[in-house]
């Protein structure tokens, strides 16, 4: 199960956190929170991990 650890307020924002948790070798998956009108570069996005690794993303996340 997915588990969202971060809401990103902007696109950019969400890339450069998925970056910075896949290169600590976790997996990472960004879901437009508002999806009917689509990922624009202003709308909030979802930073999901597996479960079993949202503490440690968390922790990722934090040190930042």
């Not at 588990?3 to 600590?24: F, G, N, Q």
């Not at 009917?36 to 990722?60: W, Y």
């Amino acid at each position: 199960m997915w588990t969202v650890v971060y809401i990103a307020p902007s696109m950019e924002e969400a890339d450069e956190i998925k970056r910075l948790l896949s290169s600590e070798g976790l997996l990472v998956k960004i879901k437009n929170i508002d999806s009917s009108s689509g990922m624009t570069p202003n709308s909030s996005i979802e930073i999901l991990v597996p479960e079993s690794e949202a503490d440690e993303a968390m922790e990722i996340i934090d040190s930042i």
